[in-house]
């Protein structure tokens, strides 16, 4: 069965850097783009980026151009998203998630990993 | 900040029906697909809906969608007290992904 399991909680201070994990099986992980979707607290989803874990190919969301990378490494069928220049609001639950068989939705979700970001 | 807007809440008794709306522009939910989204407390999102009006498997024919123009509508049949979550829609603009405001449902 598909799963993807993320990496643990992270604490970070104002302006360092957070690198999220997200490990994929169940499927063949070059078929599939993988999305990132952040959820701050008690607020609604806002997508991140995406990117194609068939060539690496990366779409940022406008407001995170600059301070997110998206990366893949199909060796281990893991997703990597790092953030830099960490801010309070950017204190949120930071899913991946799979894009869909569909045309644009997200059929698969990562359990979600809290990043909090405080002095 | 979204540019997806839904009502903040709606609630109905168990065994009735609800209905969400979800009201874009041209620029994503009409020229682009709509899928929804289930979210319990404290969990992940779900995929309840994609392409507008398909369900995944498993996902029980209680729920629908539609789209309309630039609105989409989630509906909820047979109201179970498992059903209250939050339910956010979902589509892009201009190839970047973008997601409504949310519904909290709640069963009376």
Known sequence: QVQL??????????GASVKVSCKASGYTFTSYGISWVRQAPGQGLEWMGWISAYNGNTNYAQKLQGRVT????????????????????DTAVYYCAREGGGYGDFDYWGQGTLVTVSS | ???????????????????????????????NYVSWYQQLPGTAPK????????????????????????????????????????YYCG???????????GTKVTVL
């Open chain 1, 5 to 14: 399991v993320q990496s643990g909680a992270e604490v970070k201070k104002p």
């Open chain 1, 70 to 89: 998206m990366t893949t490494d199909t060796s281990t069928s893991t997703a990597y998203m790092e953030l830099r220049s960490l801010r309070s609001d």
């Open chain 2, 1 to 31: 900040q979204s540019v997806l807007t839904q009502p903040p809440s709606v609630s109905a008794a168990p065994g009735q029906k609800v209905t969400i709306s979800c009201s874009g522009s041209s620029s994503n939910i009409g020229n």
């Open chain 2, 47 to 86: 995929l309840l809906i994609y392409d507008n009006n398909k369900r995944p498997s498993g996902i029980p024919d209680r729920f629908s969608g539609s789209k309309s123009g630039t609105s989409a509508t989630l509906g909820i049949t047979g109201l179970q007290t498992g059903d209250e979550a939050d």
């Open chain 2, 91 to 101: 589509t892009w603009d201009s190839s970047r992904g973008v997601f409504g405001t």
